[in-house]
C-alpha cells in the first residue's frame, strides 16, 4: 500500500500545482490448447509533480517515492514552468479552480500469488479439455491489474484510491459442418483482485459453458446479409459505439482538434429517445468500474451528460481544456503512470436505459437482425464507426432465428443514432474495456441498454 507522504507539502503548493504518487501493478498467465504462452507480472511507480505558470506546465518525475525524490520533482517541475513562460512569451489566464477535499477509495488487497494463478488458470483449462474434446483450439487467460495514487493539489484534493481490475478472457474454437473453423471469444470482468472476484475456478465453469454453448450455435450459423437493415444492438455493443464514436469526438481535446461535435454543441445529434453520460464513480446506486473520484489534476470528477434526449449538451474536459471552452472542469483529465501527462479521458460511458422490453424490441422486428457481441471496434472524429460482430442471430417475423457468423457493422454515429425507435429498460456495464487514446492504455468503464435502429451490415 503506498503511504500517504505527499501531504505535508500541501501548504508548500502554490497556483495549479499538483503531486501525484502512483503504481501501477499486474498479472497475466494466458494457457493455448495445453501450453504457457504468456506468465507475466508487473509492478512499477513513482512521483510526479505538475506546475502551471502563465500557460505553461513544468512537469517533473522520480521512479523513487521519498521526501528527496518529491523535493526534486517539485523543484524541477516549478523551474521547468517558469523557463517554458520565460522562452515562450504570452501569459494566459489562470486556470480555473476546483476546490477540493478529501477522498477515498478501498479495496480487499488480498492479491493473488503468481503460482496460484497459473494453477487456477491450468484448472480451468483442463475443465474445457475433458468437458469439450472435440474443440479445435482453446486460450484461457487470467489477467488482474490495479492502480493505485496517492494525490493533493493547491486546490486542497486530498486523495487516496486503488482501482483493482480481475478479467477472466476464454477463446474456443470448433469445426463447423460446413469445414470452416468457427471461433467466439468472450470474457468476464470483476473489480477486486482475483481471490475475492473468483474464489475458485468452478465460479467460472457457468462462464465456460455459456461460451462453448454459444460457439455450437454459431458453428450452425449462416452469413447475414449485406447492407441497411432493421437491427437490436445489445448492451455491448452499444457501449462499444458510445465510447469510440460519441465518446471520443466529445472529449475537449479532440474537439479543439476539429471533431464534429464542436459545431454540433446545442444540436439534436440523436433520437430524442437517446440520452449518453460519461459517469465519474456511481450510477443508479451502484459503483461503476471505474470509480473516479478525483482526477489526476486535482478536480473532483462529475458526471457528464453528453446528449440529453438526442441533443448533444457538453464535452469533458481537463482544466486547460475548460479554461479554453470557458466552462468548468468535469474532471475528466487521467494518466497511465505517474510519469504521463493526464489527458482527457473517459471513465464510465453509457447509453441511458429507456422504457421498452426486450422482448418488444424482438417482436417489433420482422426481418433484421440482432448484434450480441463485439470483437472490437474504431471510430474518427466524424463519429465514422466500424465494429466487428462476433455474435448474433437473425430475427424472422418478431422472433430470434439462426446465429450469425463473424461481421462487421458501420456507420456515421450521429446518423444511426438518429434512427433509433427504441431503447431497452435496463443497463448492463462492461468493466474489461481498455482505451489506448495517444498511446496512454487506461481501464474504461461502458455501458448501456439494447436498442432498436437501422445499420449497415458488412455481411460475409
Not at 475458485?200 to 462462464?207: R, V
Not at 482526477?295 to 449538451?313: C, F, H, M, Y
Request: charged share 20%; aromatic share 8%; net charge negative.
Amino acid at each position: 500500500m503506498l503511504q500517504d507522504l505527499l501531504s505535508v507539502y500541501k501548504p508548500r503548493l502554490t497556483g495549479h500545482t499538483v503531486l501525484r504518487a502512483q503504481r501501477n501493478f499486474g498479472r497475466a498467465v494466458a494457457i493455448q490448447s495445453g501450453n504457457i504462452v504468456a506468465n507475466t507480472f508487473s509492478v512499477g511507480g513513482g512521483v510526479s509533480a505538475r506546475v502551471y505558470d502563465g500557460g505553461f506546465w513544468g512537469i517533473a518525475s522520480d521512479t523513487t517515492y521519498d521526501a528527496s525524490a518529491i523535493e526534486k520533482a517539485l523543484s524541477d517541475a516549478t523551474r521547468n514552468a517558469g523557463l517554458l513562460r520565460a522562452r515562450l512569451g504570452e501569459k494566459s489566464p489562470p486556470l480555473p479552480v476546483a476546490p477540493s477535499g478529501k477522498f477515498a477509495t478501498r479495496s480487499n488487497e488480498n492479491d493473488a500469488e503468481q503460482r496460484a494463478v497459473m494453477e487456477f488458470t491450468r484448472e480451468l483449462d483442463a475443465y474445457i479439455l475433458k468437458k469439450y474434446p472435440n474443440l479445435a483450439a482453446r486460450v484461457v487467460s487470467l489477467q488482474s491489474n490495479a492502480v493505485e495514487k496517492v494525490t493533493v493539489s493547491s486546490d486542497g484534493a486530498d486523495l487516496y484510491s486503488i482501482l483493482p481490475r480481475s478479467v477472466a478472457y476464454f477463446s474456443l474454437c470448433a469445426t463447423a459442418p460446413d469445414g470452416m473453423v468457427v471461433e467466439y471469444t468472450d470474457f468476464e470482468a470483476k473489480t477486486g483482485f482475483i481471490p475475492e472476484c473468483y474464489p475458485a475456478p468452478e465460479a467460472l465453469f457457468p462462464k465456460i459453458d455459456e461460451i462453448y454453448e454459444t460457439l455450437m450455435k454459431k458453428c450452425e450459423g449462416v452469413f447475414p446479409e449485406a447492407g441497411l437493415r432493421d437491427v437490436i444492438i445489445d448492451s455491448n455493443l452499444g457501449g462499444m459505439l458510445a465510447h469510440e464514436a460519441i465518446g471520443h469526438p466529445t472529449e475537449a481535446d479532440l474537439v479543439r482538434a476539429g471533431s464534429i461535435a464542436g459545431s454540433n454543441l446545442g444540436k439534436a445529434v440523436a433520437s430524442e429517445l437517446i440520452s449518453i453520460t460519461d459517469f465519474a464513480n456511481t450510477a443508479y446506486g451502484k459503483t461503476l468500474p471505474q470509480n473516479v473520484l478525483v482526477d489526476d489534476e486535482g478536480t473532483p470528477a462529475r458526471d457528464v451528460k453528453i446528449i440529453q434526449n438526442g441533443v448533444l449538451r457538453e464535452f469533458m474536459h481537463s482544466r486547460d481544456t475548460a479554461r479554453h471552452f470557458n466552462v468548468e472542469p468535469t474532471g475528466n483529465a487521467r494518466a497511465e503512470s505517474f510519469a504521463a501527462e493526464p489527458i482527457v479521458r473517459m471513465r464510465n460511458t453509457a447509453i441511458l436505459p429507456g422504457k421498452d422490453k426486450i422482448e418488444d424490441m424482438i417482436a417489433s422486428v420482422d426481418d433484421g437482425y440482432f448484434l450480441a457481441q463485439t470483437g472490437n471496434g474504431s471510430a474518427d472524429l466524424t463519429s465514422e464507426f466500424m465494429f466487428g460482430v462476433t455474435m448474433g442471430y437473425e430475427i424472422k417475423k418478431g422472433k430470434l432465428g439462426r446465429a450469425i457468423r463473424d461481421t462487421t457493422v458501420s456507420g456515421v454515429a450521429f446518423d444511426m443514432l438518429k434512427t433509433v425507435t427504441m431503447v431497452s429498460d435496463e443497463l448492463t456495464w462492461h468493466g474489461g474495456g481498455t482505451c489506448g487514446k495517444f498511446g496512454q492504455s487506461m481501464p474504461v468503464g461502458m455501458g448501456g441498454p439494447s436498442i432498436k435502429c437501422k445499420i449497415t451490415m458488412g455481411g460475409r
